[in-house]
């Protein structure tokens, strides 16, 4: 047990001053109502004299507030630095998704020159279905869509109820059977006759709408199918007319469609009789589509000209040395992308690679498609300005002449473009530092 000390001193009515070990207070009002004022707060006391009964409120002080205030600082900055933490980590996330796509964005561009060689069509050409003759074009006949009906709206029973919604008069009838009901309470004799005329009114207003519906019913039933047979002709009529619209367009496409047919038939024709009239225009149009649908990584500018059916000539303008990047990526072990200078003779072997790589993809598309050809001359050129003159000129930069029987002996899948290009006797005329030069000699 502790001391205690507590003194009360009245400084006017309703006003005291409290003292005590902690302090002192000053306390408000009198009985049913007090509030205590302290270092520790605000303390309200609301109670019913005699009864026993109290309601107390309190309201803490600045030190209080302060205590709380300086908890939930603590909670929020614990909150932010959690927030931050993981808005950092997202970046991370985020950051390391990017660096992967770029890498493998750099490994499928790495990969697709590397081996424009290797992803070749290595499916044999099917000249017999492109030659075989087909035929007159068959016309498709047109098949029109089936007319259909617009739904009837109304029907026999749905216009007798209408009728008789429409001229209905039982609102009297039921007004008379609530003053009868109410006039029960009253006078038995008064209600019972009130409710005896509107059993007779009932009759007679049920036989009056069964004469009108019986005279009003087939005009009205006549009106509504006529209605309805406006609007289906309406409907019938934009039903032809769309069927013709369609007839005409689909008329107009099968017209297109056999001209187009009869522009193939004059192009097979022209193909297999191409060898036989020793005529080279057909084959090097054919020729030109086939190659513009290479897929390849580097777009392709090209000529090509048949001395004859056997010879072909190709001339390509050959890439830049911007196809190949001057950085290599890699991918560090916590997944950060890593960039470096390529090494100079990487990005020139590379180079050349794609370019000869280039080369012995277009000469063996050429003796895939054209069977008669048995001899290719390829020229590669650049574009580079004449000091002499002044002016822009085409050099050729890359030659190889090979036939069909040398060719067919490369492994094309497993060889390096480069050595193969030199040991055919290919000439690729390119300096140190990746500028294409002329050839001295073909």
Not at 40 to 64: A, H, M
């Amino acid at each position: 047990m502790g001391f205690r000390f507590r003194k009360s001193v009245k400084i006017a009515p309703g006003i005291k001053f409290n003292l005590n070990k902690s302090g002192g207070s000053l306390s408000l009002g009198g009985r049913g109502v007090t509030v205590n004022i302290s270092s520790k707060g605000v303390r309200s006391t609301y109670s019913i004299p005699g009864t026993g009964i109290s309601y107390v409120t309190q309201t803490s002080s600045s030190s209080g507030k302060s205590t709380r205030s300086t908890s939930s600082y603590a909670s929020n900055r614990s909150s932010y630095r959690e927030l931050l933490r993981q808005q950092k980590e997202k970046e991370k996330q985020r950051l390391l998704q990017e660096a992967e796509e770029c890498f493998d964005q750099f490994e499928e561009k790495i990969n697709s020159l590397e081996n424009i060689l290797k992803n070749r069509e290595k499916q044999p050409f099917d000249w017999e279905r492109l030659i075989t003759p087909r035929g007159e074009y068959k016309f498709e006949i047109y098949e029109s869509s089936c007319f259909t009906e617009p739904e009837k709206t109304f029907s026999k029973e749905s216009l007798r109820q209408e009728i008789r919604n429409k001229n209905s008069r039982f609102y009297i009838i039921y007004f008379m059977l609530g003053l009868g009901f109410i006039l029960l309470f009253q006078s038995f004799w008064a209600s019972l006759v009130v409710l005896v005329l509107a059993a007779v009114s009932y009759f007679f207003e049920r036989n009056r709408l069964d004469e009108l519906c019986n005279q009003s019913l087939q005009a009205r039933l006549q009106e509504e199918n006529n209605k309805f047979n406006r609007t289906k002709q309406r409907a019938y009529k934009d039903y032809m007319a769309k069927i013709e619209l369609e007839k005409a367009e689909y008329e107009n496409t099968e017209i297109e469609r056999k001209q187009i047919w009869d522009i193939e038939e004059q192009c097979r024709e022209r193909l297999r009789n191409a060898i036989n009239l020793q005529d080279p225009e057909p084959l090097a149009e054919l020729l030109e589509i086939e190659l513009s649908n290479e897929h390849l990584p580097i777009p392709l500018v090209f000529d090509i000209e048949f001395m004859n059916i056997s010879l072909v000539s190709i001339f390509m303008e050959l890439p830049e040395l911007d196809v190949v990047p001057e950085e290599k990526m890699n991918l560090t072990k916590t997944g950060k992308l890593s960039t470096r200078r390529m090494a100079q003779k990487d990005r020139f072997k590379l180079y050349s690679d794609i370019c000869i790589g280039l080369t012995l993809r277009l000469i063996y598309e050429t003796l895939r498609v054209i069977h008669s050809v048995n001899t290719v001359e390829f020229h590669g050129l650049t574009e580079q300005v004449n000091a002499a003159t002044g002016h822009s000129e085409n050099i050729t930069s890359l030659y190889i002449r090979i036939s069909r029987q040398d060719f067919e002996q490369l492994n094309l899948d497993s060889l390096d473009p480069t050595s193969a290009f030199a040991s055919l006797n290919g000439k690729f005329a390119c300096s140190k530092k990746g500028e294409l030069l002329p050839l001295k000699a073909l």
